[in-house]
């Protein structure tokens, strides 16, 4: 049987939450809420510049007895932001997200964010990639 060779573009979520900079963590924690995802890509003049996680939000803030009200998303967001084009092979995307030990990667067209691609994407679609996070030892 041969194996599907897929592109990000293939299993990236079409859907992506994004906020300002200026947005307080309050706000962000709201909309992730609301929407049920895990993650806001953080724009500043409409360019995705960060990226801001339920983890960073409790790390972050509330491990640290922080008022998120008067928190800026700039201030915790993970940043440069790490991205990647849909045209690329799912197995390089799997390759960038071991490398930056991270588990979202926003994905960019001609300049514009056209989704994003989680772990999660790559294990519903591609089991043995994830061995590269969870090495069977």
Do not use: H, Q
Not at 112 to 134: A, D
């Amino acid at each position: 049987m041969e194996a599907e060779i897929l592109e990000v573009g293939d299993v990236m979520t079409p859907k992506v939450l994004t906020a300002d900079e200026e947005t307080s963590v309050t706000d962000l924690s709201k909309e992730m809420e609301i929407s049920g995802l895990g993650s806001i890509v953080i724009t500043k003049s409409g360019k995705p510049v960060g990226i801001v996680t339920d983890r960073d939000i409790a790390i972050k803030v509330i491990m640290r007895d922080r008022k998120g009200s008067e928190i800026k998303a700039k201030e915790i967001m993970s940043s440069p932001l790490v991205t990647i084009e849909p045209g690329v092979l799912l197995e390089k995307a799997c390759a960038i997200l071991a490398e930056n030990d991270i588990r979202r990667l926003p994905v960019i067209e001609d300049g514009e964010l056209r989704g994003i691609i989680s772990v999660r994407n790559v294990l519903t679609r591609n089991p043995t990639c994830v061995t590269k996070f969870y090495p069977l030892e």
